[in-house]
């Protein structure tokens, strides 16, 4: 893990970048505190996507049905008079 001054992140952000993007933990610290982290973006892609519609699907599986539907109360949202 590697601390870097606000300071130097500003004068440096490119190398801190590439630094990260090789797998090293990049801290940027204010009065020697932390205060942020730079690291790869998540890879995205078909194996993220299909990733989520799993996580998805198991989570509508596990919760129970509402008396009403999303259309239905977008409808009573809708027709609801305003004051």
Do not use: C, Q
């Not at 982290?37 to 799993?54: K, L, Q, S």
């Not at 996580?55 to 999303?70: D, H, N």
Request: glycine content about 8%; overall charge positive; aromatic content about 4%.
């Amino acid at each position: 893990m590697s601390s870097y001054s606000v300071a130097d992140a500003k004068a440096g952000l490119p190398r801190l970048i590439n630094r990260a993007m090789a797998g090293e933990e990049v801290i940027i610290t204010r009065h020697g505190k932390p205060v942020a982290e730079i690291r790869p973006a998540p890879v995205r892609g078909p194996a993220a996507r299909a990733a989520f519609y799993d996580w998805l699907a198991g989570r509508r599986s596990t919760l129970k049905g509402s008396p009403i539907t999303s259309v239905e109360l977008l409808n009573l949202i809708h027709d609801e008079p305003r004051a």
